[in-house]
């Protein structure tokens, strides 16, 4: 790009900069040196083309001018254990300890829409998250934190749109109209079947009620997210980071298909949709990833959907640092794998952050362990003065070749998913590669790659294959105990009691109907989750009508 160019480019963006708010902030050095906003060549750039200035196509550099001279990234830490009323304890301690947003983890029986009554959540109930079985446990999850002041992420796919609806009840309830509501559901349940494998049925119904709920959202709560598209589960299954930018983004540019197939203004919808990656360990790998994800994004949306505002062309993502690279041994050390991971995140500018906790490995995190993760994202914030510039690495040689070579490889896995799909979509390649098991399988190959040279030691972890002496102690980990689940079932059985079973009865019965045939589910659902309906009966219901899916034995 030439000189003129570049200098316009510079102009627009100070413009830019100029019409937005500054933090309250003085941006110098420690040692007291001022620190311009921005930098950017003083000559001809032939890369500048690609990467451009902060708040501008493409977006490699940014979404906004000011970057986090504007406003810091969210911190959202994850968190989700017990029962409802331990859980929003943890969530008060969050918030007090200067947590900026909620995200919340749920227990593996509600992950596979399944009551803590039934006989296959035997064991399970409260383990690896919060049990919520109604939208009395929303009330309680919330109880005392306002839903219309605090942004709330849930990490759910399969049964995703009944969780909605409970939520959106316990806003009622306190009192909050849904338009004021803002927040993200994950509901991305593409990444199920490629890497989590927790889904309730076949890929077609489940986008079914994306599509409903993508639908629900544009007209009723347009600041809320309804779909968290999500490659941190295929990064955390073994796959590469060039694999998760690829896939995380090909099932993004599939949900749009799907938005434009009910009929959807892509300017108004994809606004809608935001993006969930992993932060692992290689630290200038990551940062690339992340800024070469903004790019593409922004490419396709604009060149091949036909978005035309810049809204509708940013890439929003949350991170979070990665679990499969903390160690049982010697587990102080993932206090400084989280701090890389977490570095890498905020150098690659994401939008909101969770660091993961020391002993996650082993355990859900104690209150000691969740309060250093947290302040782990305090300190890179208010101490290390990375806020100060947008972007500081962009022009960097290396990390400029990283972006480049991991948006070349994504764009050649593109092109595979769409041939295999025959008809030039990337719907159809993804469905066509979810039942021939090619995802599975190429994440399952990186992940075989990696183990091998791990044992081999070409590839070295502290405390794991190398520098193994310690003089620390054995942990002490937060236990789940079984009272707990004796507690919810207990609590579960009064609440079936006491509610008007009729109302259940016929709002099950309404919403199998709309189910049968081809109306909005949303506005049926959200009756049967007033009247107290469970999720596993709203589940089974669906289950009634569309079955349920098992994955092809493969070999």
């Not at 972006?403 to 025959?422: P, S, Y």
């Not at 009756?527 to 709203?538: F, K, P, S, V």
Request: a negative charge; one cysteine or more.
């Amino acid at each position: 790009m030439e000189r003129r160019e570049i200098e316009a480019g510079r102009a627009r963006w100070q413009a830019r900069y100029d019409a937005a708010r500054e933090r309250d902030a003085e941006f110098r050095t420690l040692s007291g040196l001022p620190v311009d906003p921005v930098y950017g060549p003083e000559g001809d750039d032939p890369r500048f083309e690609r990467i451009g200035w902060p708040g501008e196509y493409p977006f490699t550099r940014g979404l906004y001018a000011t970057g986090y001279r504007g406003r810091t990234w969210t911190i959202r830490q994850f968190a989700g254990f017990g029962n409802a009323r331990q859980t929003n304890e943890r969530y008060k301690m969050i918030l007090a300890a200067g947590g900026g947003g909620l995200s919340v983890a749920f227990d593996m029986p509600t992950l596979m829409g399944r009551d803590s009554d039934d006989p296959r959540s035997l064991g399970e109930v409260g383990h690896c998250g919060v049990a919520v079985d109604s939208a009395m446990d929303m009330d309680l999850l919330f109880d005392g934190i306002p839903l219309g002041e605090v942004t709330t992420s849930m990490t759910i796919s399969g049964p995703a749109v009944p969780i909605f609806c409970m939520y959106l009840v316990a806003a009622e309830r306190q009192g909050v109209p849904h338009r004021a509501l803002d927040g993200t559901l994950q509901t991305d349940i593409f990444k199920e079947y490629i890497a989590q494998k927790e889904w309730l049925f076949a890929p077609e119904p489940h986008l079914r009620l994306i599509g409903d709920l993508m639908e629900f959202c544009a007209a009723e709560i347009p600041a809320y997210k309804p779909l968290s598209v999500s490659g941190y589960h295929i990064r955390e299954a073994g796959s590469t980071a060039a694999q998760e930018l690829a896939f995380t983004l090909a099932d993004g540019f599939a949900y749009v298909e799907l938005g434009l197939s009910r009929g959807l203004d892509v300017d108004v919808f994809a606004p809608g949709l935001s993006f969930f990656f992993d932060a692992h360990i290689d630290f200038f790998e990551e940062i690339a990833k992340f800024r070469a994800a903004r790019r593409i994004w922004a490419r396709w949306m604009r060149d091949v959907y036909g978005a035309t505002t810049e809204r509708a062309q940013w890439l929003r993502f949350h991170t979070q640092t990665a679990g499969v690279s903390l160690t049982a041994q010697q587990p102080d050390n993932n206090i400084v794998r989280t701090a890389i991971e977490a570095l890498a995140a905020v150098l690659g500018g994401t939008n909101s952050l969770h660091t993961n906790a020391l002993d996650e490995v082993l355990a859900l995190p104690s209150e000691k362990a969740a309060e250093i993760a947290l302040r782990t994202q305090q300190v890179i914030m208010e101490e290390t003065e990375v806020v100060n510039v947008v972007d500081p690495l962009g022009g960097s040689w290396y990390v400029e070749a990283l972006t480049d070579r991991l948006e070349a490889e994504a764009e050649a896995i593109f092109e595979r998913i769409r041939d295999m799909g025959g008809d030039g979509t990337m719907t159809s390649g993804i469905l066509r590669g979810i039942e021939d098991g090619w995802f599975t399988s190429e994440i399952a190959e990186a992940a075989f790659d990696y183990q091998r040279k791990l044992e081999k030691g070409d590839k070295r972890v502290v405390g794991v294959n190398c520098h193994t002496a310690t003089v620390e102690e054995p942990l002490e980990i937060l236990r789940v105990g079984h009272e707990v689940e004796v507690e919810q079932r207990r609590v579960l059985a009064e609440r079936r009691a006491a509610r008007d079973q009729g109302a259940v009865d016929r709002a099950l019965a309404e919403m199998t109907a709309v189910a049968r045939g081809e109306g909005n589910l949303i506005p049926s659902m959200l009756e049967a989750a007033r009247a107290e309906a469970t999720l596993g009966e709203i589940c089974d219901a669906l289950r009634a009508v569309w079955g349920t899916y098992s994955e092809p034995a493969r070999f």
